[in-house]
Every structure is written in structure tokens, then in C-alpha cells.
């Protein structure tokens, strides 16, 4: 696991309040998002770690405001709070959040670098696209060499001669750090890299996670890691947020949570991993299928799936409980009601 400190700081740089979002479709309202509280400090890397449909993507989303509009001005309602460095980002203007925050400030790595990236366009124009797009390069010289100065700090090999290749030349290791300088080209307070490792074979993921570790620990930008693989969490985060059925339900540093996990949950997820070395007929699985977020029930999300299920789960939501050192979990076992 990662044996590097936790950032303390007086004030995080990414403060998520209540984040809620809801998509208005013909079936009835989806609370896809549906309170989310979440921090990150400068220099600290927050993993996101859930099943897929558990609204993961779904918040970094909302967080950049990159929700679709089709529909009409109430398909998409989005709620709470987004602070980065005290600016609340569900208020500042649209004109405002594109040209000086998104991209900016907060930078994205996407899923799938093969779709990501333009096949019609160099890879030299789609890396100075961020800077001349804000202005921070002028000049057709000074952005070839601020995209062959990219390209070096994400270890591409004789960057100056790869400007003019095509994305389909490269490897999908080069394509994923192609689009990770993408990312970095603006210097982001924010990175957020949203299951980057997933395309990849082992050996280019290793890669890729010692890369990340590097731009932090140059820049100390904010990384939120989105993953539904533990272990690439475990090695790259300092703390982990569990996510389901579009609400946190447990948080702590990656130490306490992987080896003091509170809630079920987050306990069926450690136990779903095999290890090297142990032999079993069967490989664990989480029985059951996340609830309708059309309609979700009123008390725990998990619920229908807990081996540990009791009457007062099904009645109301749990509180959250702090356990101590930043771990909280939401979960009616640890309650003394």
C-alpha cells in the first residue's frame, strides 16, 4: 500500500457539499448523485471506488459540470456545494467555468485514450489545443515546443519527431500518456483521471500509476482517481471514498479502510479480490443487484444485499459515524441506536 503521508493542509482545495444530481427522463427522476460529501487537498490523492453504476463517474461529472443538456433546462438538476479554493463551481458562470476553471483548473483524464483523442489531427494539436484554447501559448513555434516539453515530462520518447504522428501510431500506453499531458498542459490545481488504467495491460498500468506519482509529486496538483480496482487504489491513494447506489458510505485512508474495513459493502468489495497464492474452488461475489436509483429505498441502499441486514436498515438511512482519524462509515451496525 502507499506509504506516503497524508497531505494536511488548513483548507482543502476541493470541498464537495450535498452534491446532488438528478436526471429527469420519461421513466421519472434518477438520483444518480444523491448527497455526496468529499474533500481533497492539495498534493493528495482521493481514490473513488465502486461497483460500476454507482455514480462515480456520474459525480466528477457534475463536479466539472459536464452533464448532458439536451432535454430542456430541467432534465438536469444539480445541487450542494463544489468549492475549489473557496469559488462555489454550481454558480460561476457557463462562459466563466469553460474558459477559466474546466481545463484549467480542473483537468480530466479520460476513460478510453483511443476515443478520446482526435484520429484526424496530430498529436502535436490536439496537446497545444489546451494552451492556445486559454491563451497560455501564443504562436505556432511556442506551442510545438510547449507540446514537445508535454510530451517529455510524460516520457515519450523523442517527443520533437512524434509531433506530427497520428494518435493510430502510437501504443495504447503512448495514447494514455498523450492524453495525461493533455491533461497536465494548463498546470490544473485539480486532475482528475477517471479509470485510467483500465484499457491497459498490467505492466502499462504500473507505468502509468508511477507516472501520476511523479506529475504529484512535481506540481502537488489534487488527483481524484475514479477506479473500481482496489489495488490500483491501494498503491496510488492516500485516501479512498467507498461509493454505492450514488452516495458515499464509507471514507478513511487507504491503511485504515483496506485493513479495518467498517462497512459491509466495502468489506464485499475487499473479499471479491483474489490473492496470489490462495487457491478456491469459487471466487467471491456480492449476491443481489444495486436498487433503482428511479426510486431507491428509504433506508440503506445496501440493504437487499447485507449478509449483517436488520429490520432498522430498511426503515431509514444510517448516520454517518465517525470511527476516528478521518474513517467514517455509514452503516446502522456501527450505530448504538
Not at 443538456?69 to 463551481?89: C, E, F, N, S
Not at 484520429?119 to 490536439?126: E, M, N, S
Not at 512524434?162 to 492524453?179: E, I
Request: charged letters at 20%; one cysteine or more.
Amino acid at each position: 500500500m502507499n506509504d506516503m503521508p497524508q497531505t494536511t493542509a488548513a483548507a482543502p482545495m476541493l470541498q464537495v457539499q450535498g452534491l446532488t444530481t438528478h436526471l429527469r427522463l420519461r421513466r421519472g427522476v434518477v438520483r444518480a448523485v444523491d448527497g455526496v460529501d468529499l474533500h481533497v487537498n492539495a498534493g493528495e490523492t482521493l481514490g473513488v471506488v465502486g461497483e460500476s453504476g454507482s455514480g462515480k463517474s456520474m459525480t466528477i461529472l457534475s463536479i466539472m459540470r459536464l452533464l448532458p443538456r439536451q432535454g430542456g433546462p430541467d432534465a438536469v438538476r444539480l445541487g450542494g456545494k463544489v468549492l475549489l479554493d473557496g469559488v462555489d463551481l454550481l454558480t460561476v458562470p457557463e462562459k466563466t467555468m469553460s474558459e477559466v476553471y474546466r481545463g484549467r483548473r480542473i483537468s480530466m483524464i479520460s476513460q478510453d485514450p483511443l476515443t478520446s483523442l482526435n484520429p484526424v489531427f496530430t498529436v502535436g494539436d490536439q496537446v497545444s489545443a489546451p494552451g492556445r484554447y486559454h491563451g497560455i501559448t501564443h504562436g505556432r513555434g511556442e506551442r510545438r515546443r510547449n507540446a514537445a516539453e508535454v510530451l517529455a515530462r510524460v516520457r515519450i520518447p523523442s517527443p520533437e519527431t512524434r509531433l506530427d504522428d497520428y494518435p493510430h501510431q502510437f501504443s495504447g500506453g503512448m495514447r494514455q500518456r498523450v492524453v495525461t499531458g493533455m491533461a497536465i498542459a494548463s498546470s490544473p490545481r485539480l486532475l482528475v483521471a477517471d479509470e485510467p488504467t483500465s484499457a491497459l495491460d498490467v505492466t502499462i498500468q504500473v507505468q502509468v500509476m508511477a507516472l501520476l506519482r511523479r506529475i504529484q509529486d512535481e506540481t502537488g496538483v489534487g488527483i481524484i482517481l475514479i477506479t473500481h480496482d482496489l489495488g490500483v487504489a491501494a498503491s496510488l491513494c492516500q485516501r479512498v471514498a467507498v461509493m454505492y447506489a450514488g452516495r458515499i458510505v464509507e471514507t478513511g485512508d487507504v491503511r485504515t479502510l483496506y485493513r479495518h474495513p467498517a462497512h459491509p459493502y466495502t468489506r464485499a468489495l475487499l473479499e471479491s479480490i483474489p490473492h496470489f497464492g490462495q487457491r478456491k474452488e469459487r471466487l467471491f461475489a456480492i449476491q443481489g443487484t444495486p436498487p433503482s436509483l428511479i426510486d431507491p429505498p428509504s433506508g440503506c441502499r445496501f440493504a437487499a444485499r447485507c449478509p449483517h441486514r436488520k429490520p432498522l436498515c430498511d426503515d431509514a438511512y444510517p448516520p454517518e459515524i465517525d470511527l476516528g482519524q478521518g474513517h467514517k462509515a455509514s452503516c446502522w451496525l456501527l450505530s448504538p441506536a
